[in-house]
């Protein structure tokens, strides 16, 4: 279980990462780099972008709390929803979210299955 904790883990801290982006770092260099964003474009969808940021906080915040407890029940749904918003993301927006964020989610995933 060991790896399950960890990948868990990994992916909590993602999302932690891509709140403080979404949230504190939008219009900011790094933000308007990793969104490849334009300065007026990332301007006009700061909000949308802290609204966001603030579900990738309660993603992280779920899986810790899963984790904390030891209640792999809430660490599965959790990574569910990573899986599916990834995949949604992938979808909508941009192909590499899903290996940025739903990847990582199924590697958890599969270490909770196996372990």
């Known amino acids: 279980m060991l790896i399950a904790v960890c990948l868990t883990v990994l992916v909590a801290l993602l999302h932690v990462y891509f709140l403080v982006l ?7 260099p790094l933000g308007l780099k990793t969104f490849r964003n334009s300065p007026d ?11 966001q940021g603030l579900y990738n906080g309660f993603l992280a915040a779920g899986l810790l709390w899963g984790l904390a407890t030891s209640q792999w029940n809430v660490v ?22 899903f290996f940025v964020q739903s990847v990582p989610a199924v590697a958890a995933l599969a270490a909770i299955l196996v372990g």
Do not use: D, Q
């Open 22 to 28: 979404e949230m504190f770092l939008w219009t900011r």
């Open 41 to 51: 474009k990332a301007a006009a969808t700061r909000v949308l972008a802290a609204n």
């Open 76 to 97: 599965v749904f959790f990574l569910l929803c990573v899986v599916i918003a990834g995949a949604y993301g992938a979808w909508s927006v941009n192909k590499r979210i």
